[in-house]
């Protein structure tokens, strides 16, 4: 007899910085359940609404081993998709489902991907600071613990001088340092030509002060005019980066094609995509080196496994978006398809705090800047239901995306 789908829980909580979304599906199996990441932390509510009104219904009674029958049926059946509500409602469910194949095979999802090709999973973290000594500090800092990469970046992601996303800057001090025009809205301030000299600057002190036996990695957060964009990845390129992230906004990916022709600057892409028809002209093309997809946006692990796939037909890698957006149930995600992937690159890791370890028990474990799972049945990790309590939703701060330019006007962050 089939094992069925009883029950579907959307879970929202908050032990870090922000709103995570958990989703629990539960079988006619006592005590065998699945858990996944739903986390689109800037709209968490909605997603739990779109589980728990929108899947849950269809999913009552479903046989729990037909994962991607499941994902087809749930992609098609709002008829409009392809969103990031409904695609990280779907990888709640996606990743639960796998999760529970695990269980029921007494396996780790990386023996059902095919089993390890790598034991570790190397990690890149994030090293910020306001100038180039506090980064270079940062920067020693990691590399003593272990880690062989650091993206890093100077006032966070280009804002210049003294604006920063936890901060941003007051009228008056706005209208000195960017001379803005009268009347100009309050906002996270940026100059994206100042963003670019004092880039530069860092690297060429990181590189002269650390030297090259580290691995950097950069963000430009799709904040600069596209030729200029271009200009900085020449300008970049004598650093040697692993990888320089986001140079164009989803938007404008037509411009790759005229980086590549003109610096051999490694790049990485993808965060904000949702569908297979963003990502596949960059990658067959072969107009990027890293896809940068956040698992859960795209709908799971299903689509992500096959994501890795179609990189390695064009020699594209893997970096999955895994900053602290995420729950760790995503992060197990990530690294069990990490582990299996010819096509992995490297993966982004913001660590744990001691909050979401006591809410999400079996964290994976990094050690020496590799990232290990545990060889529990499933993705390893589970949610404490009562301890995700203790950490209810919070209204997010959103500082950091009203970002604007030196004459006043919004731009995408
Ligand atoms: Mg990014």
């Avoid at 306001?130 to 993206?151: A, Q, T």
């Avoid at 271009?230 to 390129?237: D, P, S, T």
């Avoid at 064009?314 to 582990?339: E, K």
Wanted: glycine share 8%.
């Amino acid at each position: 007899m089939s094992v069925t789908i009883r029950d579907v829980r959307a879970i929202l909580t908050c032990p870090g910085k922000v709103n995570l979304v958990a989703v629990k599906v539960e079988t006619s199996e006592p005590g065998l359940y699945g858990v996944g990441c739903a986390t689109f932390t800037q709209r968490a509510t909605v997603v739990v609404k779109a589980v728990e009104d929108y899947l849950k219904p269809l999913l009552i009674g479903r046989d729990v081993s037909q994962i991607e029958e499941i994902w087809q049926f749930l992609y098609g059946n709002s008829y409009w998709r392809n969103g990031p509500v409904l695609n990280n409602a779907i990888s709640g469910v996606d990743e639960a489902l796998w999760d529970i194949k695990g269980k029921m095979a007494n396996m780790p999802v990386y023996e059902l991907l095919g089993g390890r090709v790598r034991m570790g999973v190397p990690v890149y973290r994030h090293c910020s600071g306001c100038s180039p000594e506090e980064v270079e500090d940062g920067l020693r800092r990691f590399m003593e613990e272990g880690y062989r990469y650091v993206r890093v970046q100077q006032g966070v992601y280009g804002a210049s001088r003294n604006s920063s996303m936890d901060s941003p800057l007051a009228d008056a001090e706005t209208a000195r340092q960017f001379h803005t025009p009268e009347g100009a809205l309050a906002g996270a301030y940026f100059d994206p030509k100042e963003y670019m000299r004092i880039t530069l600057r860092l690297f060429d002190h990181i590189r002269s002060r650390v030297g090259w036996q580290i691995e950097l990695l950069h963000d430009v957060h799709e904040r600069l005019a596209p030729i200029d964009a271009v200009g900085f990845a020449k300008e970049m390129e004598q650093y040697k980066l692993f990888f320089l992230e986001d140079l164009f906004a989803p938007e404008q990916i037509d411009w790759f094609r005229m980086v590549r022709q003109q610096c051999a600057t490694p790049l990485a892409m993808g965060e904000l995509f949702n569908n297979a028809n963003e990502w596949t002209p960059l990658i067959s093309n072969r107009l990027i080196d890293f896809i940068r997809v956040h698992i859960s946006q795209i709908g799971g692990l299903t689509p992500a496994k096959k994501l890795a796939s179609t990189c390695e037909m064009f020699g594209v890698r893997t970096a999955w978006h895994g900053p602290n957006d995420i729950t760790p149930i995503g992060v197990a995600a990530h690294l069990h398809v990490d582990l299996t992937s010819p096509s992995f690159g490297i993966q982004e890791f913001a660590g744990f705090s001691d909050n979401e370890k006591a809410v999400f028990p079996g964290c994976p474990e990094v050690r020496g800047g590799y990232l290990y799972a545990n060889d529990r049945p499933g993705l390893g990790i589970d949610i404490d239901e009562a301890a995700a309590a203790k950490f209810p939703y919070q209204k997010y701060d959103d500082a950091w995306l009203r970002t604007r330019l030196p004459d006043g006007s919004s731009v995408r962050a």
